[in-house]
């Protein structure tokens, strides 16, 4: 069992900047990927970005990649989301997913990111 806990969800400025955390606890050995991704209203849950743990690759969707960087700690306990040059289609509620090797995944409760014009 993982328990992931994201924090750093704010209203902002367009082109502003916010940084996401995730928490993990519990048994994160066997984790194959961990990402972030997101949900607008009326929308259907999108992925951001994800990021190996194994040899740390980083896969971006387009609509985020050059401004947004994925990253994860040593041991692996936390995920990151720097966002840069927010816009206002990036406003969602921002979601931290571990998938592992054995095919369960968990999800975080998600924080709100809002990006005013």
């Known amino acids: 069992q993982v328990q992931l806990v994201e924090s750093g969800g704010g209203s902002v400025q367009a082109g502003g900047s916010l940084r996401l955390s995730c928490a993990a606890s519990?048994?994160?050995?066997?984790?194959?990927?961990m990402g972030w991704y997101r949900q607008a209203p009326g929308k259907e849950r999108e992925w951001v970005a994800l990021?190996?743990?194994?040899?740390?690759?980083?896969y971006y969707a387009d609509s985020v990649k050059g401004r947004f960087t994925i990253s994860q700690d040593n041991a692996r306990k936390a995920l990151y989301l720097q966002m840069n040059t927010l816009k206002p289609e990036d406003t969602a509620g921002y979601f931290c997913?571990?998938?592992?090797?054995?095919?369960?995944?968990?999800w975080g409760q998600g924080t709100q990111v809002t990006v005013s014009s």
């Open positions: 997913k571990a998938q592992f090797y054995n095919g369960a995944m968990y």
């Open positions: 990021i190996y743990t194994r040899r740390s690759n980083t």
């Open positions: 519990g048994v994160t050995t066997g984790i194959e990927y």
